[in-house]
């Protein structure tokens, strides 16, 4: 058993069982089709049960999965068969309620795929490679909200040049991790 917890992904699907916000942290799928796979037999076996208040938890392939749903969107978080429930859970439920705030409770397909860059930001700012970072909803928008704020003031303010400079050294950043 692993000192950290970790997630092995992070799934936002639509009422039909399909992508909308979907992020994996662990190799266990190495190939596109296992992950549609594993996303398909997930979706089939928690679409007919209530979790709208409340998150459930089911065992599927020797992972854990807590998942909760709206009217069109069905949130999961998925563990190893050895994690602590209580805590993938609460990963569970600061997303949710981030992207509860983020949506202005307006939490459907429709608005999710109109905020997608949020809702990414969102997943980013709760896991980094498997390990939790935060659960607190309220943070985790807050990062978010501001995070999109300032580059969105700093984007207008620059010069052609400058943004262009930017992009590189975000892009340069990004394929250095």
């Not at 799928?29 to 709208?52: D, G, I």
């Not at 992207?99 to 860059?117: F, G, M, P, Q, T």
């Not at 809702?119 to 928008?141: H, K, N, Y």
Request: net charge negative; charged share 25%; aromatic share 8%.
């Amino acid at each position: 058993m692993e000192i950290c917890p970790l997630i092995k992904n992070i799934l936002l699907l639509d009422s039909e069982g399909k992508h909308v916000a979907v992020k994996y942290y662990s190799d266990d799928w190495p190939t596109n089709s296992a992950k549609l796979a594993f996303e398909k037999s997930v979706f089939t076996k928690t679409s007919k049960t209530n979790a709208r208040t409340e998150a459930e938890i089911t065992m599927i392939d020797n992972y854990i999965i807590v998942y909760k749903c709206t009217e069109d969107l069905y949130f999961y978080v998925t563990g190893g068969d050895d994690e602590n429930e209580l805590i993938l859970a609460s990963v569970l439920q600061g997303f949710f309620d981030a992207v509860a705030l983020l949506l202005r409770d307006n939490v459907s397909k429709i608005a999710a795929l109109e905020s997608l860059d949020l809702i990414f930001c969102c997943i980013d700012e709760i896991v980094d490679r498997g390990i939790i970072l935060e659960t607190e909803a309220s943070v985790i928008a807050g990062k978010v909200a501001s995070n999109g704020l300032e580059s969105a003031s700093s984007l207008t303010e620059q010069t052609i040049t400058q943004a262009l400079a930017t992009a590189r050294e975000h892009l340069a950043r990004s394929l250095l991790k």
